[in-house]
């Protein structure tokens, strides 16, 4: 790859050469706005449209998800966990959150609980990472489990 070809994909990717050295441009973000990026995850659940839902994972991200002990790998797999899981109209409900924050990156993690159509209830623990890509925020890594300790 030529020179010029290499300082452009560097410029899509988000970094600034300098001077032979380079510096990535952070997007600006806080707490609010990545607390957000859980509620509009949950607004697409409600939607009950699986393909909403995995729209919100890049590509290369993991969904390890709270009722199935697989790993999903891919947007298909993905979706076709949220095929099943939406059939039950989940509603997730924030209880303690950590959120930290980085350079084009943030991580939500804490405890939620799923109310489902049916009354019943599912307490987990939660971990969301996401990655700035240009454009808008996505969800890189998912990790959910049930608590293995109920009240």
Same mark, same amino acid.
């Given at each position: 790859? =030529?020179?010029?070809? $290499? ?5 899509? !990717?988000?970094?600034? #050469? ?17 607390? !957000?990026? %859980? ?9 009950? =449209?699986? $393909?909403? #839902? ?14 199935? =002990?697989?790993?999903?790998? $891919? ?7 949220? #095929?099943? %899981?939406?059939? !039950? ?17 943030? #991580? ?7 109310? %489902? ?26 990790? !959910? ?7």
């Amino acid at each position: 790859m =030529n020179l010029a070809r $290499t300082l452009a994909a560097i410029a899509i !990717s988000g970094l600034a #050469v300098q001077a032979g050295a380079y510096t990535e441009n952070c997007k600006t973000t806080d707490e609010r706005e990545i607390a !957000s990026l %859980f509620d509009g995850w949950n607004a697409a659940l409600a939607t009950g =449209n699986p $393909t909403e #839902v995995t729209a919100r994972y890049a590509d290369d991200s993991i969904l390890l998800p709270t009722l199935s =002990n697989t790993p999903r790998l $891919t947007q298909a797999t993905r979706r076709d966990y949220f #095929v099943q %899981f939406l059939q !039950s109209k989940p509603r997730g409900t924030i209880d303690t959150r950590l959120i930290q924050i980085g350079c084009n990156s943030a #991580v939500d993690a804490g405890t939620y609980t799923f109310t %489902f159509a049916d009354g019943k209830q599912v307490a987990a623990r939660y971990t969301y990472t996401y990655r700035w890509d240009g454009t808008r925020w996505l969800i890189s890594s998912h990790h !959910s489990s049930a608590m293995p300790e109920l009240k």
